[in-house]
């Protein structure tokens, strides 16, 4: 398969090039004159001298920094930042020393001059640009122009674009209101069309992009889960595990098998080139062109200050509207430390520029399908997490994010293949208080005190972190952990109950697992082989089903008997199978399917012993998470299951609503076909997970 991050064309200028060189010199040479003034081991004999240097500067510049960014690739992220940091310097003091009418007394001082040459440059660029991106998608713009010709023009490209966790009804709201320009141009114009669609149970970003990229959603029943045969606990964001997940469920057929490229995702969808995807973490080759396509970023002097400037600049806003929402008690929240304000400066300083340049990369090379996650740059699912659903930052957030859908659009009109653009979420979110803030106890407090025994298991969400160590992961220890730093936290305390757990499952059978995922509660019984029926758990924990069934904070919980799984609330029982309800319903306040959807989810081998979902309170649709979250999902209730899907009018629209991301796989893979993709693959070949399951082997992720 050709590498088609590596076709991007030659440069070739042009008039709007030479305009934007001239501006380009024009404000270097301000930027050199400012430093003169301030820096006193530096000074200039008039303005020809000053010019010199800027053009000398920028002629290196075009012979060293490829070099630099070369050398960089095999040393990570940390040597990226010192060449970043040094060859810049050292090429500033390489201009101030040869050209004459100069004088500058030392190499730090040629250092300083370099930052204040790349503030300079890069504040006059974003006032120039009205304070946007232009500047990163202009370059963008330019180099898709430069590309070289496809071998196969006549065949239309699809970028797809996942907004992680945004809900329809905040949507459609921003494209009524007109706050999402972009999307409201789109669908305003006729040019799109968008509807809703239904994620089935677990409403997760795990289950749903398995089944979005690879057509299955089976054996995925949460976030985190126990594989019973093996005794092994799977978390879907840790590289080894969502590797393993992925050779169980993929059939080698996926969403990007033909010349696609998968950016920032939990799987690969099978595409030849993946970057920063949690699956290939690891993969010499991802490892080495994502890390080419960084680091010539990071070694021009704009480029580095933009992150580093976006960085600081989100850590004080994450903290200023922290701040705010104490000062004004807005409820729910969620107290909002310094470890989530690091993890959104890593996501939105850095990782920003780094996913958009990817995608860039990708259009401008003419890949056939490209499909990127843009949690990382906007952020709203990790952003409403933590502020809320509705809160402003994230609005604020879905502004940002309609802002790069337009420049993407951009990009996409100047590349050398003709393309369309499809957005769709992944799930969306539902808003409620926290259920130990509610009650004074967390689930798995409340699973110990009911049954009398030792709970291991983790509600700690790290779905932000884990984006962070997607750029990380390859790299270093030492590297992994500078850049992990202000995420620590919660990734800490997670890995450290996880571990827990894993103990706790081959331990014996006295002890409880308790995961959380959103607002849906996973509980297992350690070391056991086979899923407990409702007897069994009567007889080992007699308090503990009466005690969750009658907590107000909960709606029902699900577990096996011998008629089939059956949901069971504070004065009935539905029991799944054949539908037949005792009492009063527990699923009548959930949407129509929620039956189906739990029979399905608690047919699987890996559904836990006792599925407990919370509260849905009836006034205001909201849930309470059993993790630290104001927004969540992954059970039944409130808007995380209404997902969303636009759409070019030009394509077949769904003869019908998407009830399941393999559903809307098959949608996305039919538009691929109509515009001439996928007709020449081989054959498939068969899931290995389907294979265990028959063969009635673990699923140990072995294939």
């Known amino acids: 398969m050709e590498d088609v991050m590596g076709r991007a064309g030659q440069p070739r200028l042009d008039r709007t090039d030479l305009a934007r060189s001239g501006v380009s010199f024009v404000v270097s040479v301000l930027g050199l004159a400012l430093a003169g003034l301030l820096l006193p081991g530096l000074g200039f004999d008039g303005l020809l001298p000053i010019a010199l240097v800027a053009i000398v500067m920028a002629l290196a510049g075009l012979v060293v920094r490829p070099l630099l960014a070369a050398i960089a690739t095999p040393l990570g992220w940390l040597g990226a930042l010192a060449?970043?940091?040094?060859g810049q310097a050292a090429l500033a003091y390489l201009a101030l020393s040869v050209v004459p009418g100069v004088r500058v007394d030392s190499f730090w001082?040629?250092?300083?001059?370099?930052?204040?040459?790349?503030?300079?440059?890069?504040?006059?660029?974003?006032?120039?640009?009205?304070g946007t991106n232009d500047a990163?998608?202009?370059?963008l713009v330019r180099r898709a122009r430069r590309a070289d010709p496809v071998a196969d023009p006549e065949v239309t490209g699809i970028l797809f674009v996942q907004l992680d966790g945004v809900p329809f009804p905040v949507l459609q709201w921003g494209v009524l209101a007109g706050?999402?320009?972009?999307?409201?141009?789109?669908?305003?114009?006729?040019?799109?069309?968008?509807?809703?669609?239904?994620?089935?149970?677990?409403?997760?970003?795990?289950?749903?992009?398995?089944g979005i990229l690879h057509g299955t959603t089976d054996g995925i029943p949460a976030f985190r889960w126990v594989d019973r045969a093996t005794g092994r606990v799977f978390v879907a964001n840790k590289?080894?595990?969502a590797a393993d997940i992925e050779a169980l469920h993929s059939d080698g057929l996926g969403l990007l098998v033909d010349g696609g490229v998968s950016v920032s995702n939990l799987f690969s969808g099978d595409a030849p080139q993946a970057f920063a995807t949690m699956s290939r973490i690891g993969s010499l080759k991802e490892d080495r062109d994502g890390r080419r396509l960084f680091n010539t970023y990071l070694m021009r002097p704009d480029g580095f200050v933009r992150g580093v400037v976006r960085t600081v600049s989100e850590l004080a806003r994450e903290r200023l509207q922290a701040r705010r929402q104490v000062r004004q008690d807005m409820r729910p929240r969620v107290h909002r430390g310094w470890g989530f304000a690091g993890e959104r400066g890593a996501l939105n300083g850095v990782l920003r520029d780094f996913n958009t340049i990817m995608v860039g990369e990708a259009l401008a090379a003419g890949a056939r399908s490209i499909y990127v996650d843009y949690v990382d740059y906007v952020d709203y699912d990790a952003v409403a997490h933590h502020a809320g659903i509705m809160r402003p930052e994230s609005l604020d957030a879905l502004v940002g994010l309609d802002a790069v859908l337009g420049r993407l659009e951009q990009v996409a009109e100047a590349a050398p293949r003709d393309y369309r653009i499809v957005v769709l979420s992944d799930h969306g979110q539902s808003q409620g208080e926290v259920f130990a803030d509610r009650y004074g106890e967390s689930l798995s407090d409340l699973v110990s005190r009911l049954s009398g025994t030792i709970v291991a298991g983790t509600e700690v969400n790290t779905e932000g972190s884990a984006q962070v160590g997607a750029m990380t992961g390859d790299q270093p220890a030492l590297v992994a952990q500078a850049l992990r730093a202000g995420s620590a936290g919660n990734a800490e305390q997670a890995e450290a109950e996880e571990a827990q757990a894993q103990a706790a499952m081959a331990a014996a059978s006295d002890s409880v697992l308790v995961f959380g995922s959103g607002n849906l509660g996973l509980v297992y019984a350690g070391g056991e082989s086979h899923r407990l029926t409702r007897d069994e758990i009567e007889r080992r924990w007699p308090a503990l089903l009466p005690g969750l069934t009658g907590h107000e904070g909960v709606s029902f919980v699900v577990v096996a008997t011998d008629d089939g799984p059956v949901a069971i609330g504070p004065s009935g029982e539905h029991r799944l199978r054949d539908g037949v309800v005792v009492g009063t319903d527990p699923l009548t306040p959930?949407?129509?399917?929620?039956?189906?959807?739990?029979?399905?989810?608690?047919?699987?081998?890996?559904?836990?012993?006792?599925?407990?979902?919370?509260?849905?309170?009836d006034s205001t649709g909201e849930v309470a998470a059993f993790e630290g979250l104001v927004g969540c999902h992954g059970g039944l209730g409130g808007w995380q299951d209404r997902a969303l899907i636009v759409w070019p009018s030009d394509l077949p629209s769904p003869p019908e609503r998407l009830v399941g991301a393999d559903a809307v796989h098959r949608q996305l893979v039919a538009w691929l076909e109509h515009l001439g993709q996928r007709t020449d693959l081989p054959e498939g070949r068969p899931r290995a997970y389907e294979v265990t399951r028959r063969e009635g082997r673990p699923a140990d992720g072995s294939g």
């Open 109 to 130: 001082t040629a250092f300083w001059a370099t930052w204040i040459v790349a503030v300079f440059t890069t504040s006059a660029t974003w006032i120039m640009t009205a």
């Open 136 to 139: 990163v998608f202009v370059d």
């Open 179 to 210: 706050t999402m320009p972009t999307l409201s141009r789109w669908i305003r114009s006729g040019s799109h069309e968008f509807a809703e669609w239904t994620p089935t149970l677990p409403a997760t970003t795990p289950a749903s992009q398995m």
């Open 83 to 86: 060449l970043a940091l040094l």
């Open 590 to 617: 959930f949407r129509p399917e929620a039956a189906a959807f739990l029979l399905r989810a608690s047919s699987m081998p890996e559904a836990p012993d006792i599925a407990v979902n919370s509260l849905l309170d």
């Open 239 to 241: 590289p080894a595990d």
